[in-house]
T-cell receptor, first 117, second 113 residues
Framework: EAGVVQSPRYKIIEKKQPVAFWCNPI?????LYWYRQNLGQGPELLIR????????DSQLPKDRFSAERLKGVDSTLKIQPAELGDSAVYLC???????????????FGPGTRLTVL | GNSVTQMEGPVTLSEEAFLTINCTYT??????LFWYVQYPGEGLQLLLK?????DKGSNKGFEATYRKETTSFHLEKGSVQVSDSAVYFC????????????FGKGMKLTVNP
């Protein structure tokens, strides 16, 4: 079974430029997450989708970040315009939702390493 | 809010040494607890998990026990191998695993032959 796919793996841009990241979750996983991992830190959630609905975007900097998950499958995360402080690894994860009694594992993709110059 | 505090490295051990990575947490209610591992050049992988007090998670020779009285979830392995060299993250989730994961800062482990 294919894992979570992300592209590109690496991206270098100049500040003020736009950038987009793409994620394809594991087939059948209805929950999709975007995390940001700064150097030397643990990942932090940016946004969580249940199917097409963004159910937790409280940590997403909405002035410059946007995300979408059309048809409840693939997702795109966009930054416009990028700032120097956006340099980080952007991780996508997916999971199924089987209810509270089951702990659902989040499966992570390899991430996109963004460098803003 | 929920938070995780874990040992920070980096740590270097010799092969066959005993490993302990401390992890404590702050959370309301009854969180689920996880250890994730990130091998060089790879994505995060779940190593083990525990969903309620006194549960023990285990995988690949690693173990961790959910201790509610001490709010801890320390990771242990009796004999590390070179292939265990990686970054280890402790994490919690407040609703099974479907809610967001709150991670510690991670600890880089290097095992020398």
């Amino acid at each position: 079974e294919a894992g979570v796919v992300q592209s590109p793996r690496y991206k270098i841009i100049e500040k003020k430029q736009p950038v987009a990241f793409w994620c394809n979750p594991i087939s059948g996983h209805n929950t999709l997450y975007w995390y940001r991992q700064n150097l030397g830190q643990g990942p932090e959630l940016l946004i969580r989708y249940e199917n097409e609905e963004a159910v937790d975007d409280s940590q997403l900097p909405k002035d410059r970040f946007s995300a979408e998950r059309l048809k409840g499958v693939d997702s795109t995360l966009k930054i416009q315009p990028a700032e120097l402080g956006d340099s980080a690894v952007y991780l996508c994860a997916s999971s199924t939702t089987r209810g509270r009694e089951d702990t659902d594992t989040q499966y992570f993709g390899p991430g996109t390493r963004l460098t803003v110059l | 809010g929920n938070s995780v505090t874990q040992m920070e490295g980096p740590v270097t051990l010799s092969e066959e040494a005993f490993l302990t990575i401390n992890c404590t947490y702050t959370a309301t209610g009854y969180p689920s607890l996880f250890w994730y591992v990130q091998y060089p050049g790879e994505g995060l992988q779940l190593l083990l998990k525990a969903t309620k007090a006194d549960d023990k998670g285990s995988n690949k020779g690693f173990e961790a026990t959910y201790r509610k009285e001490t709010t801890s979830f320390h990771l242990e392995k009796g004999s590390v191998q070179v292939s265990d060299s990686a970054v280890y993250f402790c994490a919690l989730s407040s609703w099974g695993g479907s809610e967001k994961l709150v991670f510690g800062k991670g600890m880089k482990l290097t095992v020398n032959p």
